[in-house]
């Protein structure tokens, strides 16, 4: 499907190695804009759902997304500008690193849907390397980036495979970013978790742990993820 269609906007994705999935929507739903952030980065933005989903959802000033991947840029740039939050979407074609040296402002809410995979592997094409494998999107060299460009007040959130949250942890805090929430995340129940979605800042806070169940049944959602989804999802 080269067009995925939600309710005030449409994800073309032709070009894109990866597509439009539960873990983008996840974190563009269930991601915590408490503070109002009036300034968002989406790092790794693929074809810009999150990006999309978080200017549906508050009213930045600014929303960035940056993207490495050639093909996924074009698909990205093309959803911004087809949307009704054009004026406020832009999205940068190259590195994280490059943008904390040019960057003239910092951002209320850093957001990501990493590459995820830590060990190398193979994928089928250069792009899905990319797009899969966290060797060009270390979790040091991300939050190392993320720390230089997000405000005193901002947050860094991301999604990451369950296993793995440590590891992200661990480099966070080399970055003197603290964990402040965690919601782990469940394919049904009785499954074990594959994501969390987790909250960095630079204030020490109580940490706030919370779980998410997504389906019921085979194609049967929970409620819960229902009423987070409902504003985007065209089925719901």
């Not at 093309?78 to 003239?104: K, T």
């Not at 074990?192 to 919370?210: C, D, W």
Request: with cysteine; charged share 25%.
């Amino acid at each position: 499907m080269s067009v995925f269609s939600f309710k005030q906007f449409d994800i073309q994705q032709e070009r894109s190695a990866m597509k439009v999935g539960t873990d983008a929507v996840i974190l563009g739903a269930f991601s915590n804009i408490s503070n109002q952030p009036q300034t968002i980065l989406d790092v790794g933005a693929g074809t810009g759902i999150i990006a999309l989903m978080l200017a549906q959802r508050c009213g930045a000033e600014i929303v960035d997304a940056i993207e490495i991947d050639d093909e996924a840029y074009l698909d990205c740039v093309e959803n911004f500008e087809n949307s009704p939050w054009g004026d406020r979407l832009f999205c940068y074609h190259g590195d994280f690193a490059a943008l904390v040296e040019d960057s003239e402002y910092g951002y209320d809410l850093i957001i990501s849907n990493p590459p995820f995979y830590l060990n190398q592997h193979f994928a089928e094409t250069e792009s899905r390397t990319t797009a899969r494998f966290a060797d060009k999107l270390q979790p040091e060299f991300f939050f190392g980036c993320a720390a230089d460009l997000r405000t005193e007040t901002g947050t860094v959130q991301i999604i990451v495979p369950e296993a793995d949250y440590l590891v992200w942890v661990n480099a966070a805090e080399k970055a003197d970013l603290k964990l402040q929430s965690r919601k782990v995340i469940f394919p049904m129940p009785g499954k074990a978790a594959k994501r969390t979605l987790l909250q960095f800042g630079f204030r020490t806070e109580t940490l706030i742990e919370s779980e998410l169940i997504v389906e019921e049944s085979r194609g049967n959602y929970t409620a819960q993820y229902r009423e987070a989804t409902k504003d985007f999802h065209p089925k719901f």
